[in-house]
């Protein structure tokens, strides 16, 4: 019993390519108050969005190994480009719990959408690996779902532009194509992309914007309940440690976008994956 107490207790592991997981973090504290949270951004190599499936799946596998090392009980893989390409291998490597963005993301999209008509924006690697399509036909085949990559919007996020009027410009751009496809709900198919959910908004009136944050929290909860994982802790809050490749400093300044106050950060050094 004090065995499984402990392993009840562990952290979960989030990571993402750089700050934008946060925004999973923060729906995972929302939803699992109690659990605490190792996070890891790879500062050094963001984007993921312009890198190849192998290249993804290494940086993965190097992130799953520090989790592993922090005796992590399950993974949220909140990247979109690392969901997209590398959630199979991870789940097959290592005997934790690993869940992706993209299957809660997609089942929330069609569940939401009256019309089955549903538009997704993303990173190039998330958008051309077609991933949501893929998802979203396992939920409803009839669902029909239209997609743009929107490579500016992350450096937008990092950068603090986010309701600045060249990203209102940006956006009627990216978004343009969506107007004649008669959609009624758009995946935010990154996970910095909710920081522009009002830029978004002003120019994709009446639609849907489908955050996987939330889904993805909702999911880890459910998985958690099922494998008896979830923090026997009654009384107290989970903490939140955070890890970056580089530039902690910058990290921790923008993190403030996301989660609304001071955070720590620690840089360090990864290992190479062993193939």
Known sequence: MKNMKSLKNRPIGIFDSGVGGLTVVKSVQKYLPREDIIYFGDTARVPYGNKSRSTVTRFSREIMDFMIKKRVKMVIVACNTASSFSLGALRKHYNIPVIGVISPGARE??????KKRIGVIGTNSTISSRAYEKEAAK????AK??????PLFVPLVENGFLSDPITLEVAKIYLKAFKAKNIDALILGCTHYPLLKKVIGKVMKDVELVDSSSSVAKEAKCVLLKKDLNSSRASRRGSLKCYVSDEAETFRRTAGLFLKKKIQVKKVALCPAVQ
């Open 109 to 114: 999209a069609v569940s939401l959408s009256l």
């Open 139 to 142: 939920t409803d085949p009839n």
């Open 145 to 150: 779902l239209f997609s743009n990559a929107c």
